[in-house]
Structure formats: structure tokens, C-alpha cells
């Protein structure tokens, strides 16, 4: 059933992919004009990904906590990474951002160019080089208003355990001006696990913590600035795990009630 179900779940987001897509470009070539910050293009992008997680039986994905407001100053939001899952999750966040992502998905048909269509940025893993022109494009949207968002652990955990955060995300933010919001994603890794094509069922949640201002600091203050977005989001991804425990146990209470 899982893999039946898995089938189904690649095929509706391939198809919400590619006819999304044509709806993306001509929202792009109205809207390009007035809208620099390709928000519109790059927020439907995010609701393609809201419909194609809503689409699937085996996900049940919301936010947690009170509905957060778009930041109102410029952001770079940082989150840990369970899943390829996470991106789904996080888009039902209510603002647009772009997202740092790893240019391999850049070259995948229709998912490529949505993400370009959108203004995502491309990164290839391991080169200076493109790490540095990627960190320009994201001090470019930055200083248009629009938020960026950097997974800093830089790739997906295969553990329970938090990754090191790499220190882009946080000289970005120091060199612009930039709050640093943490956000938090649990229940993801089930979703999809790595390294599997196969789709699990899962319950999973989103949250936001407070952001963390960087006026007056200095490249000094880098260190200082990543142990504080890693306490936030410990301490959010706990309390995230403490509500889908708590919803898991009710739902199991109910099911055995029917029964």
C-alpha cells in the first residue's frame, strides 16, 4: 500500500509541478513589471507545494502556534532539515522568500524552472566560488525586502541530532543588516526518508520562534549569533515533537474507540 500510495504521491506533485509551471510564467510576465521582488511568481511556487502536500493521503502537514506575520524587516530565516519534506512544510508559511537550494534541482525539468521562475537561488555544494555569488544574490533580494531562507546544517540530518551550522546563513545576515528568524520543522523525516523514494506516513509541524536582531554586531559576533538560532530552534523542535506526540496519542485513543 505504501509503495501504491508513494506512486500516487510522485505523480500528483509531477503534475502540479508541470501545470503549475505555465500558470508560474504567465504570472511572471504580468506581474514582473511592478513586482521586482517576483513575490507573486515565488509565492505560487510555495502554494503549489501547500496543494501538492495537501494532495497526498499520507501527509498530514500544518503550522503550530499562532499564524506568524510576514517579517516586517529584512530576514534570513534559518531552519534545520529533517526531509526533502521540510520544503512543503515550511511553505505554508503565510510570506515569500527564496529559498537557498542546491543547484542539481535547478536542472530538473519544470522543477528547475519553477525555482528560477521564482527567484530561488542555486548553490553547488562544496564550491567557493558559487557559494560566495550565491550569498551576493541573497544580499540582492535581501536588500529588495523580500526574506531569504538557508537550511544552515547545509544538508538533510539522518539523525535525531542536529548537524553543525555553517556560518553563511549568519555572516549574511551580519553583513546586511538582517534579522535572523529561527524556524523549526518536526515529523518531516518520516514524510520522506533520505536516501528512499518510497513516501511514509507522517504528522508534521512547523513553528517560528523570535527573531534575533544583528545591529552592532561584527564578524566577531558570528559564533555567538549561530548558538543563538540553534538554542531557538532545539528548544522549538521540542515542543514541536511534545504536540505531534500529543495528537499521535489522541488520534491512537480515537481509533481504538471506533473500533
Known amino acids: 500500500m505504501i509503495a ?41 511556487l510555495r502554494l503549489m507545494a501547500v496543494g501538492a502536500s495537501t494532495l497526498t493521503p499520507l501527509w498530514r502537514f500544518r503550522l503550530h502556534g499562532a499564524l506568524p506575520p510576514r517579517p516586517a524587516r529584512k530576514t534570513v530565516v534559518v531552519s534545520n532539515h529533517e526531509s526533502h519534506a521540510d520544503v512543503f512544510l515550511i511553505s505554508r ?36 566560488r558559487s557559494a560566495r555569488d550565491a550569498m551576493a544574490r541573497c544580499a540582492g ?13 547545509g544538508t538533510r540530518s539522518m539523525t535525531d541530532e542536529l548537524l553543525p551550522f555553517k556560518d553563511g546563513a549568519f555572516r549574511l545576515a551580519i553583513e546586511t543588516g538582517a534579522d535572523v528568524l529561527p524556524v523549526a520543522v518536526s515529523g518531516t523525516r518520516r514524510a520522506l526518508p533520505k536516501h528512499s523514494w518510497k513516501f511514509g506516513t507522517a ?5 517560528v520562534g523570535t527573531a534575533l536582531r544583528t545591529e552592532g554586531m561584527t564578524m566577531d559576533d558570528v559564533a555567538r549569533l549561530k548558538a543563538e538560532a540553534r538554542a531557538q530552534i532545539l528548544a522549538l523542535r521540542a515542543e514541536l515533537a511534545r504536540a505531534l506526540a500529543a495528537e499521535e496519542g489522541a488520534a491512537a485513543v480515537a481509533e481504538r474507540g471506533s473500533a
Do not use: N
Open 93 to 128: 508559511l503565510p510570506w515569500e522568500m527564496k529559498w537557498l537550494a542546491k543547484s542539481a534541482l535547478f536542472a530538473v525539468p519544470f522543477l528547475g524552472w519553477c525555482l528560477w521562475l521564482a527567484g530561488d537561488v542555486a548553490v553547488k555544494r562544496g564550491a567557493t
Open 4 to 44: 501504491l500510495l508513494s506512486i500516487w504521491t510522485w505523480l500528483e506533485i509531477a503534475l502540479v509541478t508541470v501545470g503549475g509551471f505555465f500558470v508560474q510564467a504567465a504570472l511572471l510576465v504580468v506581474t514582473l513589471p511592478f513586482d521586482p521582488g517576483r513575490r507573486v511568481a515565488g509565492r505560487w
Open 203 to 207: 504528522r508534521a509541524l512547523v513553528g
Open 141 to 153: 533580494w535581501l536588500a529588495r525586502g523580500v526574506p531569504v531562507a538557508i537550511f544552515p546544517e
